[in-house]
Each structure stands twice: as C-alpha cells, then as structure tokens.
C-alpha cells in the first residue's frame, strides 16, 4: 500500500500534499514510489487536490457545518467513484444516498464492497463507465445483441402479418403485438 505506479503518478501526489497540512502520513520515498498513507486537514476547496480524482493514498478532510452544506459541496463537483457516508443517523446515511450521486456508495462501510463479487463496482461520467467484479465485468466488455431468426419455410404461415387486413386478422394482430407484462424473478 502507498507504492506509486509511475514516476509521473508519484510526482502528481507528491505535490498535492503541500494542501492543506498533513497529520497523518506524508512521508515519502521517490526511489521506491511510496507515499505513505496520508490524512490532511485545512484543505480549501479550490486547492489541487480538491480538483481532481486523487488515485493515492491521500485523505483530504474539509470541515462543513451542516448536511445540506456537505451534499451541496458534493453535487457541485463531477461525480465521485465512490461516496462514504459515515453517521450515527440512518437518516443522514439515506439522504447522503437519495440527495448525491456516485458511481458506488458505502453507508457506514469502507472499502467492504471491493472484496464483494455479487456487487458491481462503477464510475458515472469522469469517474468511469460500466460495471466491474466478476459476471458485472464480462457483462460490461461483452456486447449483447438481439437476435431473431425464422425459418425461411415457414413464410407462408407468416403471412397474417401483411395487408390487407380483415377485422378478425387485425384484432389477432393486435393481440398478439399487445403490451403481455412478464416478471423474471
């Protein structure tokens, strides 16, 4: 953990730890690309580091006063890989959920749902599209396309379909073409 994958990766982060001020972490080993995991607090919101996705060890921490405050700083910015949501109230975790949007959110849960294959992991917009984990992956590279085939033999017994149409092979048409709601559970 903390090891960088490229030089320029390495250099990006390093810089945004001069945001704000750092009171965990912020160490650093530019010959092994480490950076250790780091928490800083005092950030201001047009700093770099608020500015893009971080992809690192870095935790900015910004203070708000009220719910409303932090789903506003939210849903100013593009839409979050993920959204945490820790409280003590159900209720702050749900309107964190119904009032923002991520591509996933953990409600009081950390990075639980990356070992949770029967969930998909996702991005919305900038973050990423599709879904990931397990079948959600080979689903999202995978095109599924609709197929119909018919014997060509079987034209004749089709040809209830084509006009002129009698009022008895509309209302069949009409039947069978009809709205027939099905549930797959």
């Given amino acids: 953990m903390g090891r960088i ?15 704000g001020r750092v009171v965990i972490g912020g160490q650093s080993d530019e010959s092994d690309l480490y950076i250790a995991p780091t928490v800083l607090v005092d950030v201001q919101e047009t700093e770099p580091v608020m500015q893009e996705e971080i992809f690192g ?11 409303d405050q932090a789903i506003d700083f939210i849903n100013r910015r593009e839409k979050p890989l993920t959204l945490y949501a820790f409280s003590k109230s159900s209720q702050v975790v749900n309107q964190m959920l119904d009032r923002t949007s991520s591509g996933n959110f953990a409600g009081n849960e ?10 998909p992991f996702s991005g919305v917009g900038k973050s990423g599209m599709g879904r990931y984990h397990g079948k959600f992956s080979f689903d999202t590279f995978s095109h599924h396309r609709a197929c119909l085939l018919s014997h060509s033999g079987l034209e004749m017994l089709k040809n209830i379909r084509y006009p002129p149409y009698s009022d008895c092979r509309q209302k069949l048409l009409t039947w069978a073409l009809g709205s027939h709601s099905c549930t797959l559970l």
């Fill in 57 to 67: 060890p870095i935790l900015p921490i910004v203070n708000v006063r009220s719910l």
């Fill in 5 to 19: 994958i490229t030089e320029k990766h390495f250099q990006r982060l390093r810089g945004l730890l001069s945001c």
């Fill in 110 to 119: 950390g990075f639980t749902y990356l070992t949770l294959t029967s969930l």
